[in-house]
C-alpha cells in the first residue's frame, strides 16, 4: 500500500506520532496529569520490569480510550488452534506436507485468525516455555475483529497473499518474501488481497533477536536498519455493531466486545514493538573455500533459550547466492541432528530435493531423525563438474529450528490431509558407492 510509513532499526527506543495530532507524547515524562489531546496513557510491558537494561522493553502508548473498557472475555470456539501436544501418538518419521490447501472465498469466508491451523510445537504455554508452529490459509481480511495473543509472540511468514495488518502501533504490509515478527499482546488485524497462506512460528516467554555475529564483525546478515516498525496510526471510530477483540490466553480462544476501534493510538514511544524485514536485504555469509557450513550462517532471527548457544528457535534462511566451493559437496549433507528442523518454501524449489518439497508446503525432520539430499540431488552433485553457479535463484526457503522435541497434532498428521506418505521413497534408491579397492590417488 503506498504511502506507508515505517521507523527503521532492530529494538530502537523510537518515538511516533500521527501526523494529524503533533505533539500527542508528553515530553519529558510517561505519565502526566492531564495527556495532550485528552489521551490516555498505556503502558505494554514485554519484558519484566526489573530485567537487565538489554533485555527490557515495554511501549507507552497515548490512546483514545484504554484497552481496559471493554466486555468480559468469554470463551470461543479456537478452531484448529492448539497448545495439547499428546493428541497422537510421537512419531519420529520424517514427515512433508503438500501445498496446505486454502480455502475457496465461494465456499467459506475465512479469515487470517479463523485460518491458524496448529502443525506441531512442544511445552507449555503456562510456564512460558514452548513453542508452536501454525500455518493459515484464509481468503477474507478481518473484520472489525483484532487478535492479541497472550501466550507468546507470532512470526509470520507469507508464502501466498500480501498482508496488511494494521496494529496498535500502525499499519505494515507484509509481502510473500518478507516476515514480520508481532510481540506478544500487541493488537492486530490483518487484511488480505486474495487466497492467502503463510506459516507462524510462535513463541511462548522469550523475543526475537538478532544473532550475534562472533568473528563475522559488526555487519552482515539480517543489519539492524533493515527492520521496519510502522508509525502511528489511529482511526476515532465507534463500532455500534460491537467491535471483537480475540484473545489467546493458554492455548485457547476468548473474546471481548468493545463498542470502538482499539486503533485508537495516537502517539507511541518505546522499544516493544511490532516489526518486519525483507528477507532480500540478507547479507549472505557462506564458504568461499571448500565445505559446507552449517546452516547456522543463515540464521536471520534467534529466540534464545537460557542454556548458551541454544535457541528455543531460530529463524533461518536459504537465500539466492553463489556456490562457488571446491572439491566440495555442494548440498546438505546428510546429518541427524540434535535440534528439531521445521521447513517450508516461500517460492521456487530447495536445493537438497528439487521435487517434491512445494512453496506452501513443509517438512518436519524431528530431532535425531536421519535426512538429507534425495537419491537425484546425491547423484547429480557427485557427478558435476564444480564451477561457480548460482544456487536457490528465485527461491526462497526457510527453517524453524528448535530445541525442543515437536509433537505433531491431529490436524496436522490426519485433518489436514497433506501428508506425503510417499516422502521416504526420496531415499529409497541410494544406492552404495563402496569400493573396497578405491586407493587414494597418487599426487
Ligand atoms: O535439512 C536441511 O535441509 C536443512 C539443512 C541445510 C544445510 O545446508 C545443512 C544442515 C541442515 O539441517
Ligand atoms: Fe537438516
Known amino acids: 500500500m503506498a504511502g506507508l510509513k515505517y521507523l527503521s532499526g532492530f529494538g530502537n527506543e523510537f518515538s511516533s506520532e500521527d501526523p494529524r495530532c503533533p505533539g500527542a507524547l508528553p515530553e519529558g515524562q510517561n505519565n502526566p496529569q492531564v495527556c495532550p489531546y485528552g489521551l490516555y496513557a498505556e503502558q505494554l510491558s514485554g519484558s519484566a520490569f526489573t530485567c537487565p537494561r538489554p533485555a527490557n522493553k515495554r511501549s507507552w502508548l497515548y490512546r483514545i480510550l484504554p484497552s481496559v473498557k471493554h466486555k468480559p472475555f468469554s470463551p470461543a470456539p479456537r478452531g484448529h488452534l492448539t497448545d495439547t501436544w499428546d493428541q497422537v501418538k510421537p512419531d519420529p518419521n520424517q514427515m512433508r506436507w503438500l501445498p496446505f490447501t486454502i480455502p475457496a472465498s465461494s465456499e467459506t469466508q475465512v479469515d487470517f485468525v479463523a485460518g491458524l491451523h496448529t502443525l ?44 496488511l495488518i494494521t496494529t496498535e502501533f500502525g499499519k505494515m504490509l507484509v509481502e ?7 510481540q506478544a499482546g500487541m493488537r492486530f488485524s ?8 503463510g506459516y507462524v512460528l510462535e513463541v511462548y516467554g522469550a523475543h526475537f533477536e538478532l544473532p550475534d555475529l562472533g568473528p563475522i564483525g559488526a555487519n552482515g546478515l539480517a543489519n539492524p536498519r533493515d527492520f521496519l516498525c510502522p508509525a502511528a496510526w489511529y482511526e476515532d471510530r465507534e463500532v455500534s455493531t460491537g467491535y471483537t477483540v480475540i484473545n489467546k490466553y493458554q492455548g485457547a480462544l476468548f473474546t471481548s466486545q468493545q463498542d470502538y476501534s482499539p486503533f485508537n493510538v495516537v502517539g507511541w514511544h518505546g522499544n516493544y514493538t511490532p516489526y518486519k524485514y525483507h528477507l532480500e536485504n540478507f547479507m549472505v555469509i557462506n564458504s568461499v573455500a571448500f565445505d559446507h557450513a552449517d546452516p547456522s550462517i543463515f540464521t536471520v532471527l534467534t529466540a534464545r533459550s537460557t542454556r548458551p548457544g541454544v535457541a528455543i528457535a531460530d529463524f533461518v534462511i536459504f537465500p539466492p547466492r553463489w556456490g562457488v566451493a571446491d572439491r566440495t559437496f555442494r548440498p546438505p549433507y546428510y546429518h541427524r541432528n540434535c535440534m528439531s528442523e521445521f521447513m517450508g518454501l516461500i517460492k521456487g524449489h530447495y536445493e537438497a530435493k528439487a521435487e517434491g518439497f512445494q512453496p506452501g ?17 546425491f547423484e547429480k552433485n557427485t557427478t558435476s563438474t564444480l564451477e561457480p553457479e548460482r544456487v536457490a535463484e528465485g527461491t526462497m526457503a526457510f527453517m524453524f529450528e528448535s530445541s525442543f522435541s515437536m509433537a505433531v497434532t491431529k490436524w496436522g498428521l490426519e ?15 541410494l544406492r552404495s558407492h563402496f569400493n573396497p579397492n578405491w586407493r587414494p590417488s597418487k599426487q
Request: proline content about 5%.
Open 415 to 429: 485433518t489436514c490431509q497433506r501428508l506425503d506418505k510417499s516422502y521416504s521413497q526420496c531415499w529409497e534408491n
Open 361 to 377: 508446503g513443509g517438512s518436519l525432520h524431528s530431532i535425531m531423525t536421519p535426512h538429507g539430499p534425495d537419491t537425484d540431488c
Open 120 to 163: 506441531c510445537g512442544a511445552g507449555d504455554t503456562r510456564t512460558r516455555s514452548g513453542i508452536a508452529i501454525h500455518v493459515y490459509t484464509c481468503n477474507t481480511s478481518m473484520v472489525d475483529r483484532c487478535f492479541n495473543n497472550s501466550d507468546g509472540d507470532f512470526l509470520i511468514v507469507p508464502q501466498q497473499g500480501e498482508l
Open 176 to 182: 510473500p518474501n518478507e516476515i514480520c515478527v508481532i
Open 190 to 197: 490483518v487484511d488480505v488481497s486474495g487466497p492467502s497462506r
